[in-house]
Every structure is written in structure tokens, then in C-alpha cells.
């Protein structure tokens, strides 16, 4: 249109239309100071922002009303508001948006501005910015200084996830205000997806879902859940046939299935949905399973209906800053276009059946990574097969894959920069990453090694890196790739780890609290201004809870009731090697001339070729903090249980489970080594749990007789402060490196074992033996189970330890596939040594 011609009048919107896109229509007015022109037969009204009639900021001043209720009361407000009342719609307390009449004469645009103007656009909004008589001021501007601030103090963005290691990490998981669609043709499996991240969210975060079925009623999402949890096959499923162990799971999830809220029917609309979900306390994630490509009068989520819905489920996810998981069982790109969502997922079949492609893509940025998954469709789930290609077997052997771990790893971490989701890289070292991941993806060896000398270039000569998580991951791995490439010059061993020069982890460090002794003064609080007031945090986040935890049980109460039946042993911690494996303790002295014993593994030519790949996992113990099971309260004598209840936590005393298997340790690890004279154990809520998931996923016969018992409520969440604090400090100190990064660390040290202080006169602010053992124990079974799924994955484990530390027998210089190499908790470190050299660190 040239510029002084006057553009076409429109239709403005009529009611109807008005309340199925109110979410939408009130977002625009919020964010972008967009006005709508509404009538219902000679009614006429503007849907206007505040800055457009500010007495409506007022409070009491106007007549208010939530959404919601505005949505289904529309008709009334808009005869209301065109009489000349103003309408005040909120969002729970906050005025959003006013409903006036499009003839006052409050300086907002009359019906005769708007049709001289032609501003109406297609849809009926009227940009307020075409009013050149407004009286209250001009639009809402942000410096790129408060957009900064914003980021940066908003901290990790990261949502809900799927449950599936290679697609969280693809996807960096569901982000908090946007829409997620997945794609996928019927059969594909898409809806599958929907169910990881609610079972995911629900029945391991513990976090609310609402699951929005509009195809799929709530049977047969419930029979789904028991599939995927059991393991057992959906068609018997749908025919009513569970097994005794079915049965049991489908009792205990419906005692925890408070958190899991099913909409289903044939007549549900996105505005039903978006009617419900803004009631929902502690909302974290809304699934819609599905939207239906083809027209159905009997589904409203079809056909020609779905770019609206899509419009209007977008708009909830901001409203309410939750994630919206859509599902869509079409991916035609053309539809996908239509529905506009913020980040799409498309699951593709490959040339192996046994593997479906996903590839995640966002509006702005395009394909950003991918990842593959197994279809267990049987068991109504999918499961994780990484975020790399399938490498093909070579003489009946898994090849190895394709470029070194480090390779692979600096990739992955360059992926936010070559993909063009962030900014800052010389165009040049952008090239070079960009080219080692589409030799990598390609499959091409040949391209990989030609890149060598260009990687070793950047790598010895880094660009300046942004202080964010992508920034300071990328950096690692160039100086892992740097100190790879010059070992390899000089013949020396490679480590995946860098060393403390470089600010990291050095070989014998981790985040556990062994080896610091409590000293006098330890239980004060840390000065103003310290690196990590860790005690502080620990005591601020036990104080903050609702359920009005007890810290500290009296010196009288001690020496009765459970307190003396808890032991260091409760720990868990296992202490195994492979029988077929010989492991002699050899002398070592120390840099500082510190006499120590070191482990030396010896393993048998029926191991086949290989290494040792010694797997150090970071922050065990503070990151078993995030969701540890005790009782906040004093343990009550509740005896004998039939058993376990999942809304009680403490110690159980229980019988000596048989564990038949010589590829893993025991799951009690050293419990079992000290039972009573009747073959009977104490333990906490964390192992109990363990045995429970065993059991139910047929690695256990049964759950092993509860025998007596001291428990209380149960909660989860006690230090997930702490938890918080502690990654977070640890993510900026790491890089740090020095006696600000040994600091942090003799800090969560000390306030750790200040929950159970062992000698009498050491003063502190807690006296929680149960509290102490259940967090140490949590980080065994996470140990344990992150050992076993390598194991399951047919990985071979040489010995397990501690809480933090295992050898597997690997290729050289490849990973279990099922860790995740990183700096942060949650991730190892790696390293590889010959059979029979000296293991650099151990037990002193």
C-alpha cells in the first residue's frame, strides 16, 4: 500500500469470536498496546490496554473481573461496558485490560476514528499507536539495559522435562511461557511424548500437570501410565488383565495421582482449557494430547479450528509463565506454519525401525538439535537412544562412536552458537564448530580429521567466551579439546577433565563433604560478604517450611526411640568390584607427602579389548538435596508395616532382599554387611524407594517384610533451597577455580555434617541423624541407579564405590553413552587409564 493511501475498513469482531480469543485479545492489549473493536448486535465496546484509560488502574474504582469469569460472561460485560460502565478485566488481582464503550470520550478510539482510520486489522484490533488523540502518554518502552537486567537475573530457564536424557539435553527441556508442539503422523507415536513429560512431572517431580485429552479418555491414559511404569503390554491392559504387580502400581499411583489432573471428552475446547488451568495451584505443566489435522464435527481441536486453538493455548502458556505441550498428529510443514508454535518437535521413522528421529526446532532460529528415541509401543513409552547417530555394528560388535568423547562434547557444547541462537563467536571459529557437528552427524571420519588442525587452532586459541551457562560449557571443552591435542602431541595420557590451572575440578576433587572435620566455631553463621554462606542457606531453607521441621532433638531424647538405631552404615554406599575382577591396595604418597593406599584393578582377557573409564559423578551430595524423603517432624513408633507408605518417610527395619545378579553390587551396598542376629536391617526412606522401583520393574521378586518401623510425614522438598543455592554458586565458582572454589567447597562441607555432629561437645544448629543418612543415602541409590541403567544399557561396570565413583571397561575414550560428560551437577567427569595401572584416586 503506498504511503497516504487510505487503507479498507474492516468487520469488526462480533462476541462470539471475541470470547474464544479473549486470552489472545488481552496479551495483544497487555504487550503490544493493541485496541479491539467488539459488537453483539448494536453493542459496541473497545477491548483497550490500561495506558488507554488509566482510572482503571484504580482498585474498586471499576467493576473487575478475572479472565476466566470475563470470558464466559462476555456478553453481559459488553452490554454493560457499552451503556458506559467500564470493565475491568484482571489477571488473578492485576489489572490487564478494560472493556469501554466505543463511543466514550475517554481518549480511546470512538467506532467513527476507527472506521475513518481503517486501523481495524483483519482480525478487528485496532493498533492504539494510529491514535493521534490519546491523552495518556506514550507507549511502554524498555531499554536494552532493563532487557538485560531481566536476563540476567532471571536465572536458569529451564522447565519440565520429558525423562529422556537425549531429548532434555536436545531440548534443554519444556520452557516456562511457551508453546510446544510435537509432530508426528498417527502411529508415530507423538502422544507418547505428552505422557513421558506428565508422568515425568507428576510422578517424579511431584509437580502439577494438567492433561488436556481431546481424543484419548482418562482410561486409557491411566492404562498407559501403568504400561510405561510396569512395563506391562497396553493391549492386555485394555482388556482389564493386570497381574498382581499391575495391580499394586495402579494402587499406588492412585494415591500419588493428586498431582496428575486429566480434562477429557469429546467437546473440549482450547478456551475449556484455558478456563481450567488458571485455577489450578502450583500449575507446572499443561499437556493437550491432541490436536486432530483433519476436520471432526465432534472434536473442536481439528481442522480449520486448530490455528485458533493453537493462537489461544499460546497465549495461555505466557499468561500463566507454564509450559503448554501440544500434541498434533500431522507434520505437514504447511499446518505446522498455521499453528505457530514458540518450539517444534517432530518425530520422524529412520531406516532402523527400532528408532524414531526427533527434531527440535524453534520459531526464530530454526532446527536447533535433534535426538533419537526407541518406540516401545508395546509398553506405551518411549525410551532414550541418545542425541548422535546410530553407529552400525562391524562384525557382529557395536562400533565405536564416531569421534572421540571430547569431539562429541565440543560439538554439542558450540551447538547454541552454530545453530544462530546466540551470538559472539568470530564467524570463522562459528564455521569450524558448525563443521565438526555436520561431520559428526554425517557420519564422515575423513572430514573429522581434516578439521583436526583447525579444532587444535581455536582450541589453543579460544575467543572471548560470554559469562553465561552455553559460554562457560563451550569454554571447558575447548580447553579439554587444547589439552587433548597437546598430549597427543607429546605422547602423554589424556583426560577428559582439564586441571585446576583452568579452573576446574581438579582429579581428586569433588562436591562431597569426606574428609573436613568439624572444628569449633564451624556451627556459626558465615561472615558478611563470604564466597557461600552455605549454613546460612541450609538453616534459612529448613526455617521457610510449611511444615515446621524440628532441627534439633533434645541431648535427653537421644538415647531412646529410633536415634540409637541410626548408623553411618545406613549410608548405603557401595564398596564392589567385579568378582571376576582382582583389585589389590597399593601404597601411593601424596604431593604433600601424605602416605595413601590406591586401588589397582587387574581384569581378565575374557573382558575383551578395552580400557578403564573411571566415571567421577559431581556434587552427589549436594545434589541429592533437590528431592531427599525424610520426615521433617520427630519419628513416631508406627511398628511393623504391611507396606510402604509413600506419605511416610523415616527408617524401616527390613529383611536382607536377595540379589542374584554378579554384574551389580547389592542396592543396600554396605547395609547388608551388618545385619541383626536375624538377618535383619535398618533403613531409610531412600532405599526402601529403591527397592520398591526394582521390584516393580521385575529386577526384584518382592518387597522385602517391613519388620518395625519409626516414620513421619513424609516431604520431599526440605533442602531443595539449599540444592538451588549450592548449584548455583557452584556453576560461577567452578570457573572460578582457587581458594574461592575451596572455599564454596569447605563451606557445603561443613554445613552437611553440621546435620548430624558426632561429637558431644561440637555445638550446631542441627541434631538430625535421620536427616544426615537419608540425604548420604539418596546419593547412593542415585549412584547406584545411574551405574545400573549403564549396566541395562550393556555396559560393563568393574567396580562401584562411594557416592560418587565407578569403572566401567570401555573402547578407549569412549563413555557410557548414558552419563553425561559436564561440569554440573548431575553430569561426571571421565578419564581412561590402561588395565593395571594404578587408579589415581580412592579411598585413603
Given at each position: 500500500?503506498?504511503?497516504?493511501?487510505k487503507?479498507?475498513?474492516?468487520?469488526?469482531?462480533?462476541?462470539t469470536?471475541?470470547?474464544?480469543?479473549?486470552?489472545?485479545?488481552?496479551?495483544?492489549?497487555?504487550?503490544?498496546?493493541?485496541?479491539?473493536?467488539?459488537?453483539?448486535?448494536?453493542?459496541?465496546?473497545?477491548?483497550?490496554?490500561?495506558?488507554?484509560?488509566p482510572?482503571?488502574?484504580?482498585?474498586?474504582?471499576?467493576?473487575?473481573?478475572?479472565?476466566?469469569?470475563?470470558?464466559?460472561?462476555?456478553g453481559?460485560?459488553?452490554?454493560?461496558?457499552?451503556?458506559?460502565q467500564?470493565?475491568?478485566?484482571?489477571?488473578n488481582?492485576?489489572?490487564?485490560?478494560?472493556?469501554?464503550?466505543?463511543?466514550?470520550?475517554?481518549?480511546?478510539?470512538?467506532?467513527?476514528?476507527?472506521?475513518?482510520?481503517?486501523?481495524?486489522?483483519?482480525?478487528?484490533?485496532v493498533?492504539?499507536?494510529?491514535?493521534?488523540?490519546?491523552?495518556?502518554?506514550?507507549?511502554?518502552?524498555?531499554?536494552?539495559?532493563?532487557?538485560?537486567?531481566?536476563?540476567l537475573t532471571?536465572?536458569?530457564?529451564?522447565?519440565?522435562?520429558?525423562?529422556?536424557?537425549?531429548?532434555?539435553?536436545?531440548?534443554g527441556?519444556?520452557?516456562?511461557?511457551?508453546?510446544?508442539?510435537?509432530?508426528?503422523?498417527?502411529?508415530?507415536?507423538?502422544?507418547?511424548?505428552?505422557?513421558?513429560?506428565?508422568?515425568?512431572?507428576?510422578?517424579?517431580?511431584?509437580?502439577?500437570?494438567?492433561?488436556?485429552?481431546?481424543?484419548?479418555?482418562?482410561?486409557?491414559?491411566?492404562?498407559?501410565?501403568?504400561?510405561?511404569?510396569?512395563?506391562?503390554?497396553?493391549?492386555?491392559?485394555?482388556?482389564?488383565?493386570l497381574?498382581?504387580?499391575?495391580q499394586?502400581?495402579?494402587?499406588?499411583?492412585v494415591?500419588?495421582?493428586?498431582?496428575?489432573?486429566?480434562?477429557?471428552?469429546?467437546?473440549?475446547?482450547?478456551?475449556?482449557?484455558?478456563?481450567?488451568?488458571?485455577h489450578?495451584?502450583?500449575?507446572?505443566?499443561?499437556?493437550?494430547d491432541?490436536?486432530?489435522?483433519a476436520?471432526?464435527?465432534?472434536?473442536?481441536?481439528?481442522?480449520?479450528?486448530?490455528?485458533?486453538?493453537?493462537?489461544?493455548?499460546?497465549?495461555?502458556?505466557?499468561?500463566?509463565?507454564?509450559?503448554?505441550?501440544?500434541?498434533?498428529?500431522?507434520d505437514?510443514?504447511?499446518?505446522?506454519?498455521?499453528l505457530?508454535?514458540?518450539?517444534?518437535l517432530?518425530?520422524?521413522?529412520?531406516?532402523?525401525p527400532?528408532k524414531v528421529?526427533?527434531?527440535?526446532?524453534?520459531?526464530?532460529f530454526?532446527?536447533?538439535?535433534?535426538a533419537?528415541?526407541?518406540?516401545?509401543?508395546?509398553?506405551?513409552?518411549?525410551?532414550?537412544?541418545?542425541?548422535?547417530?546410530?553407529?552400525?555394528?562391524?562384525?557382529?560388535?557395536?562400533?565405536?562412536?564416531?569421534?572421540?568423547?571430547?569431539?562429541?562434547?565440543?560439538?554439542?557444547?558450540?551447538?547454541?552458537?552454530?545453530?544462530?541462537?546466540?551470538?559472539?563467536?568470530?564467524?570463522?571459529?562459528?564455521?569450524v564448530?558448525?563443521?565438526?557437528?555436520?561431520?559428526l552427524?554425517?557420519g564422515?571420519?575423513?572430514a573429522?580429521?581434516?578439521?583436526g588442525p583447525?579444532?587444535?587452532?581455536?582450541?589453543?586459541a579460544?575467543?572471548?567466551?560470554?559469562?553465561?551457562?552455553?559460554?562457560?560449557?563451550?569454554?571447558?571443552?575447548?580447553?579439554?579439546?587444547?589439552?587433548?591435542?597437546?598430549?597427543?602431541?607429546?605422547?602423554?595420557?589424556?583426560?577428559?577433565?582439564?586441571?585446576?590451572?583452568?579452573?576446574?575440578?581438579?582429579?581428586?576433587?569433588?562436591?562431597?563433604?569426606?574428609?573436613?572435620?568439624?572444628?569449633?566455631?564451624?556451627?556459626?553463621?558465615?561472615?558478611?560478604?563470604?564466597?557461600f554462606?552455605?549454613?546460612?542457606?541450609?538453616?534459612?531453607?529448613?526455617?521457610?517450611?510449611?511444615?515446621?521441621?524440628?532441627?534439633?532433638?533434645?541431648?535427653?531424647?537421644?538415647?531412646?526411640?529410633?536415634?540409637?538405631?541410626?548408623?553411618?552404615?545406613?549410608?548405603?554406599?557401595?564398596?564392589?568390584?567385579?568378582?571376576?575382577?582382582?583389585?589389590?591396595?597399593v601404597?601411593?604418597?601424596?604431593?604433600?607427602g601424605?602416605?595413601?593406599?590406591?586401588?589397582?584393578?587387574?581384569?581378565?582377557?575374557?573382558?575383551?579389548?578395552?580400557?578403564?573409564?573411571?566415571?567421577?559423578?559431581?556434587?552427589?551430595?549436594?545434589?541429592?538435596?533437590?528431592?531427599?524423603?525424610?520426615?521433617?517432624?520427630?519419628?513416631?513408633?508406627?511398628?511393623?508395616?504391611?507396606?510402604?507408605?509413600?506419605?511416610?518417610?523415616?527408617?524401616?527395619l527390613?529383611?536382607?532382599?536377595?540379589?542374584?545378579?554378579?554384574?551389580?553390587?547389592?542396592?543396600l551396598?554396605?547395609?547388608?554387611?551388618r545385619?541383626d542376629?536375624?538377618?535383619?536391617?535398618w533403613?531409610?526412606t531412600?532405599?526402601?524407594?529403591?527397592?520398591?522401583?526394582?521390584?516393580?520393574?521385575?529386577h526384584?521378586?518382592?518387597?522385602?517384610?517391613?519388620?518395625?518401623?519409626?516414620?513421619?510425614?513424609?516431604?520431599?522438598?526440605?533442602f531443595?533451597?539449599?540444592?538451588?543455592?549450592t548449584?548455583?554458586?557452584?556453576?560461577?565458582?567452578?570457573?572460578?577455580?582457587g581458594?574461592p572454589?575451596?572455599?564454596?567447597?569447605?563451606?557445603?562441607?561443613?554445613?552437611?555434617?553440621?546435620l548430624w555432629?558426632?561429637?558431644?561437645?561440637?555445638?550446631?544448629?542441627?541434631?538430625?541423624?535421620?536427616?544426615?543418612m537419608?540425604?548420604?543415602?539418596e546419593?547412593?541409590?542415585?549412584?547406584?541407579?545411574?551405574?545400573?541403567?549403564?549396566?541395562?544399557?550393556?555396559?560393563?561396570?568393574?567396580?562401584?564405590?562411594?557416592?560418587?565413583?565407578?569403572?566401567?571397561?570401555?573402547?578407549?575414550?569412549?563413555?557410557?553413552?548414558?552419563?553425561?560428560?559436564?561440569?554440573?551437577?548431575g553430569?561426571?567427569?571421565?578419564?581412561?587409564?590402561?588395565?593395571?595401572?594404578?587408579?589415581?584416586?580412592?579411598?585413603?
Open positions: 500500500m503506498s504511503q497516504g493511501q487503507p479498507p475498513a474492516e468487520t469488526a469482531m462480533n462476541a469470536e471475541a470470547g474464544n480469543k479473549l486470552f489472545a485479545l488481552v496479551k495483544r492489549a497487555e504487550t503490544d498496546g493493541v485496541s479491539t473493536l467488539i459488537h453483539k448486535r448494536d453493542e459496541r465496546v473497545l477491548l483497550v490496554p490500561l495506558d488507554r484509560f482510572a482503571a488502574r484504580k482498585p474498586g474504582a471499576f467493576p473487575s473481573h478475572v479472565l476466566s469469569a470475563a470470558q464466559k460472561d462476555l453481559d460485560l459488553i452490554t454493560r461496558a457499552a451503556k458506559g467500564p470493565q475491568v478485566l484482571r489477571r488481582t492485576t489489572p490487564v485490560a478494560v472493556l469501554l464503550s466505543a463511543g466514550t470520550d475517554s481518549g480511546v478510539l470512538s467506532s467513527d476514528t476507527v472506521a475513518q482510520t481503517g486501523a481495524a486489522s483483519a482480525g478487528g484490533a493498533n492504539s499507536q494510529g491514535n493521534q488523540e490519546r491523552s495518556s502518554g506514550p507507549r511502554r518502552l524498555a531499554t536494552l539495559g532493563d532487557a538485560m537486567g531481566s536476563v532471571s536465572g536458569p530457564a529451564g522447565g519440565p522435562t520429558f525423562g529422556l536424557p537425549g531429548l532434555d539435553a536436545a531440548t527441556g519444556l520452557q516456562p511461557g511457551k508453546l510446544t508442539l510435537v509432530a508426528a503422523r498417527p502411529s508415530v507415536g507423538g502422544s507418547l511424548l505428552g505422557l513421558a513429560a506428565a508422568r515425568r512431572t507428576a510422578l517424579v517431580d511431584h509437580d502439577m500437570v494438567l492433561y488436556a485429552a481431546s481424543g484419548p479418555n482418562r482410561d486409557d491414559i491411566f492404562r498407559r501410565i501403568i504400561s510405561a511404569e510396569t512395563g506391562g503390554d497396553y493391549p492386555r491392559l485394555k482388556q482389564g488383565r497381574t498382581e504387580h499391575e499394586q502400581v495402579a494402587h499406588e499411583l494415591q500419588a495421582g493428586d498431582l496428575l489432573m486429566i480434562d477429557d471428552g469429546s467437546d473440549l475446547t482450547a478456551v475449556d482449557i484455558a478456563e481450567t488451568a488458571p489450578m495451584e502450583g500449575l507446572a505443566l499443561v499437556v493437550v491432541r490436536l486432530q489435522a476436520h471432526s464435527a465432534r472434536l473442536p481441536l481439528s481442522g480449520d479450528r486448530l490455528p485458533d486453538a493453537s493462537q489461544l493455548l499460546a497465549s495461555l502458556a505466557r499468561i500463566l509463565h507454564v509450559p503448554v505441550l501440544a500434541i498434533v498428529d500431522s505437514d510443514p504447511s499446518l505446522l506454519g498455521l505457530d508454535a514458540d518450539v517444534t517432530t518425530l520422524s521413522p529412520t531406516e532402523d527400532a528421529r526427533v527434531t527440535v526446532a524453534e520459531r526464530d530454526g532446527t536447533i538439535g535433534s533419537y528415541l526407541s518406540p516401545d509401543l508395546l509398553h506405551a513409552r518411549f525410551l532414550d537412544a541418545g542425541s548422535a547417530p546410530a553407529v552400525p555394528a562391524v562384525g557382529g560388535q557395536p562400533a565405536r562412536p564416531l569421534g572421540s568423547a571430547i569431539e562429541r562434547e565440543l560439538a554439542e557444547a558450540a551447538l547454541p552458537y552454530t545453530s544462530g541462537a546466540r551470538q559472539g563467536l568470530p564467524a570463522a571459529v562459528t564455521h564448530l558448525a563443521a565438526l557437528r555436520t561431520a552427524a554425517n564422515d571420519q575423513d573429522i580429521d581434516e578439521l583447525s579444532l587444535a587452532e581455536v582450541a589453543a579460544p575467543p572471548q567466551l560470554p559469562d553465561t551457562d552455553e559460554g562457560r560449557r563451550l569454554a571447558v571443552a575447548l580447553n579439554a579439546y587444547n589439552t587433548t591435542a597437546a598430549a597427543d602431541a607429546t605422547g602423554q595420557p589424556v583426560a577428559v577433565e582439564s586441571t585446576e590451572g583452568s579452573g576446574h575440578v581438579p582429579d581428586d576433587e569433588d562436591d562431597t563433604d569426606e574428609g573436613v572435620e568439624l572444628q569449633p566455631g564451624d556451627e556459626e553463621d558465615e561472615p558478611e560478604g563470604a564466597v554462606p552455605a549454613l546460612k542457606i541450609l538453616k534459612n531453607a529448613v526455617a521457610r517450611s510449611k511444615m515446621h521441621p524440628i532441627p534439633v532433638i533434645g541431648i535427653e531424647a537421644r538415647e531412646s526411640g529410633p536415634w540409637p538405631l541410626i548408623s553411618e552404615h545406613m549410608d548405603g554406599e557401595p564398596r564392589w568390584v567385579h568378582p571376576d575382577v582382582t583389585s589389590t591396595r601404597p601411593f604418597i601424596r604431593e604433600n601424605k602416605r595413601v593406599r590406591r586401588d589397582q584393578l587387574d581384569v581378565p582377557d575374557a573382558f575383551g579389548a578395552g580400557v578403564l573409564c573411571l566415571i567421577d559423578r559431581n556434587g552427589s551430595y549436594p545434589s541429592a538435596c533437590s528431592a531427599v524423603p525424610l520426615a521433617p517432624n520427630k519419628l513416631l513408633h508406627t511398628g511393623p508395616l504391611e507396606a510402604f507408605d509413600k506419605a511416610s518417610a523415616g527408617i524401616y527390613i529383611d536382607i532382599p536377595e540379589w542374584t545378579r554378579t554384574d551389580m553390587p547389592h542396592p551396598g554396605r547395609i547388608i554387611d545385619p542376629e536375624q538377618g535383619r536391617v533403613v531409610t531412600p532405599h526402601i524407594k529403591q527397592l520398591a522401583r526394582l521390584v516393580r520393574e521385575d526384584l521378586a518382592a518387597m522385602p517384610a517391613i519388620h518395625d518401623s519409626w516414620t513421619g510425614k513424609a516431604n520431599e522438598s526440605l531443595k533451597p539449599f540444592y538451588e543455592a548449584r548455583k554458586a557452584r556453576t560461577e565458582l567452578i570457573q572460578t577455580g581458594e572454589y575451596k572455599d564454596y567447597k569447605t563451606r557445603l562441607s561443613i554445613a552437611l555434617r553440621l555432629p558426632k561429637r558431644q561437645e561440637q555445638r550446631s544448629p542441627f541434631w538430625r541423624p535421620d536427616w544426615r537419608s540425604m548420604v543415602a546419593a547412593s541409590v542415585r549412584h547406584w541407579m545411574a551405574a545400573f541403567k549403564a549396566v541395562q544399557d550393556g555396559h560393563t561396570l568393574i567396580a562401584l564405590r562411594n557416592v560418587d565413583a565407578a569403572v566401567f571397561w570401555t573402547p578407549p575414550d569412549t563413555p557410557p553413552d548414558t552419563y553425561r560428560i559436564g561440569t554440573g551437577f553430569e561426571v567427569k571421565a578419564k581412561f587409564i590402561q588395565p593395571g595401572e594404578m587408579i589415581p584416586e580412592g579411598d585413603d
